[in-house]
């Protein structure tokens, strides 16, 4: 008898958060993950929906946090820095699948949306 995983669903944002804590690899904190999803979707998104976001993902298991080293320009502060876990990865992986299959074949009705 196979145990199959139950379903990882992901919200479209949640997508876009994950998608560029990947993107940035060793440098992905609020900030940084803001900017991306700014430069390359040119949707804006403020700095509390992205926190809150990280929030519930790392309550999912979907990311892990680190602190960074203390910075001058942070006033000695640390940032908290993210990174994709393997749970988080395979959602992305099941939610853009899913999203590509529904799309699939649909070119002309695309295009005309």
Do not use: C, N, W
């Amino acid at each position: 008898m196979s145990h199959k995983s139950p379903p990882l669903y992901l919200g479209e944002f949640e997508i876009l958060i994950l998608l560029a804590v990947v993107r940035l690899a060793d440098d992905a904190y609020g900030v940084t993950i803001r900017d991306e999803i700014e430069r390359e979707t040119r949707r804006e998104a403020t700095l509390g929906a992205i926190y809150k976001t990280l929030g519930r993902l790392d309550l999912k298991g979907y990311v892990a946090t680190r602190l960074g080293a203390p910075t001058p320009e942070r006033g000695g502060r640390r940032k908290k820095l993210y990174r994709l876990t393997a749970q988080g990865g395979r959602a992305v992986r099941q939610s853009l699948g899913d999203l590509r299959r529904l799309t699939r074949g649909l070119g002309s009705e695309l295009e005309a949306l």
